[in-house]
């Protein structure tokens, strides 16, 4: 079933067109990564999704049992102050707010969801800490915690794994993997395409000149992805140029 | 030492004071961690401005001339600010020193007998009946505001661009905390002075922040700081005679935060 259909949008700012006639489509239980050069509209595409800026033109339809405001949207991480003071229990909590019409209170089943959610995430014994004093991938993980809090399935990242070191990447992405696995559907977008494509089931890829959609398979035999990538595709039906690149990595 | 109550415009400080004090605490945590504290520094000499000109036009309560004209600055202010251009803080700047100056040149062109002095630095004197009511109000409204729609105003505090995305309109908020922010300068400048009021917004977010990890915690405790500043300033004041108020206040305000930030330390040195 299909989450989510972009069907020739058209995205900018002050009258710039940034990202043209885009078209693709997440179905449930993908994980989508958006890769690109810098200043090709990741980003742009990011908060057109969101809702964040208006479009020019085309569609964006969401599926069923999903809208707009119920995307667990996991920003860039310069977004947030680095010493702002708030506890890992208050930022989960505040993920809940688009269910919350008025935002008056937290009910019970949501303060029982939040305890289930941070267990997955794995933050549970930090939940009273305070978010500025914790490491860059803790970090990370409460902000998706709260991502998670906003949605039932589809949870959309904006390079997440900006600033962490390669141990916290590695863990960041596990966690991503799992939650996939789970059954949550995943939009990234990422500067690390090797991850990525370790990652993902399909692919954006928004070029200065061209951009690609399709499985993740079908970009690594296609012109883009051949000239991104130094090693072949991992795959076992593509024994002709596999060189066990990270397949065994 | 209670004698001190004995006098009506002591008794009405304290209420304006107090309730002021409040207003300008859970206000300034907003606007120091959106990193809008300039705003209300600008608003200040604004309202300064504003003041002088109404006294001078004779319009009868220059209080209410000059609201209208702060709450709008208060909307521009916001707004250059949020477009996030490069020069936001520069503008501040130049709008508050240019508001500063009109008000200082119109209040000195007909010689008048606007005591400029009371302007900038404030005075107990200058707080009536009419400040009592608005004050009032004011605190009802912040109260109710912050009560009601507290976990909204920490979701947009925090991360503005998540609270849009999940729907709620951020743009509202912000206008809401400009506008109370304006009619919180305006009522508090003429007992604190224009040079001083912007002093009592950031500095009970600030201190509070040395100790406090938790958001409901600095909100909390800029609130009673701010309320013991004043009530001390208040105090001291009187028993000395002749120390402005404002200027009292203000240095209470430094003073609890240098102890603040001791203690910040020590508690740093001590998890090492």
């Known amino acids: 079933m299909s989450l989510l259909k972009v069907n020739d949008l058209t995205l900018g700012y002050d009258g710039k067109v940034i990202v043209k006639g885009l078209g693709f489509c997440v179905n449930e239980g993908d994980f ?3 890769i690109g050069e810098n200043g090709t509209g990741k980003t742009t595409l990011v908060k057109g999704l969101l809702g964040l800026i208006p479009k020019i033109s085309g569609e964006i339809e969401f599926g069923e049992g999903i809208s707009q405001s119920h995307i667990g949207y996991l920003g860039q991480k310069n977004q947030i102050s680095k010493d702002f003071p708030a506890s890992v229990y208050e930022i989960v909590m505040s993920g809940f707010l688009n269910s919350n019409r008025f935002g008056l209170f937290y009910t019970k089943e949501q303060k029982k969801e939040a ?11 930090i939940r009273n800490s305070s978010f500025s004093q914790l490491s860059g991938g803790q970090q990370q993980r409460v902000l998706l915690c709260r991502a998670l809090c906003a949605t039932k399935k589809l949870i959309l990242l904006d390079e997440p794994a900006t600033g962490l070191d390669p141990i916290a990447t590695a863990e960041f992405y596990t ?3 799992k939650l996939n696995s789970e059954g949550v559907t995943v939009i990234m977008v990422s500067h690390d395409v090797t991850g990525a494509i370790k990652m993902s089931s399909n692919i954006l890829y928004l070029g200065k000149d061209a951009t690609f959609y399709g499985t993740t398979h079908q970009y690594l035999h296609s012109n883009v992805g051949k000239s991104l990538l130094l090693e072949g595709c991992p795959c076992d039906s593509c024994k002709h140029n596999a060189k066990g690149g990270f397949k065994n990595a | 030492m209670l004698d001190i109550f ?31 504290s300039m705003i209300g520094d600008g608003l200040s000499h604004v309202g300064f401005g504003a003041l002088s000109i109404a006294a001078v036009l004779n319009l009868g309560a220059p209080l209410y001339a000059a609201l209208p004209v702060v709450v709008f600055a208060a909307y521009f202010l916001l707004r250059i600010t949020e477009k996030g251009k490069v020069n936001a803080d520069a503008a501040i700047a130049l709008i508050s020193s240019s508001a500063l100056a009109i008000g200082v040149f119109v209040a000195s ?16 004197l200058a707080v009536g009946q009419g400040d009592i009511i608005i004050s009032a109000v004011l605190t009802v409204l912040v109260l109710f505001v912050f009560v009601v729609f507290y976990n909204k105003i920490f979701a947009v505090t925090f991360d503005e661009s998540f609270a849009r995305a999940t729907g709620i309109h951020t743009s509202v908020y912000n206008i809401t905390v400009s506008i109370l922010t304006a009619v919180t300068v305006v009522v508090g400048m003429r007992m604190l002075g224009t040079l001083l009021i912007s002093a009592l917004i950031i500095f009970p977010a600030l201190t509070s922040m040395r100790v406090c990890k938790r958001f409901k915690a600095v909100v909390i405790t800029s609130v009673v700081v701010s309320v013991f500043c004043v009530v001390a300033g208040l105090f001291t004041s009187y028993y000395f005679e002749n120390i402005p108020v404002g200027a009292t206040i203000v240095i209470y305000n430094l003073g609890v935060f240098l102890v603040f930030a001791l203690v910040s330390l020590i508690l740093k040195a001590r998890n090492k």
């Open chain 1, 115 to 125: 305890q289930l959610l941070m267990d997955r995430v794995g933050i549970t014994s």
């Open chain 2, 6 to 36: 004995s006098y009506s415009f002591m008794v009405n400080a304290f209420i304006v004071g107090v309730l002021i004090a409040v207003c300008c605490a859970l206000l300034g945590v907003v606007l120091v961690l959106k990193r809008y």
């Open chain 2, 109 to 124: 062109i007909n010689g008048t007998n606007i005591d400029l002095q009371q302007y900038m630095f404030g005075s107990i």
């Open chain 1, 32 to 34: 989508l990564s958006i």
């Open chain 1, 175 to 177: 966690l991503l993997q």
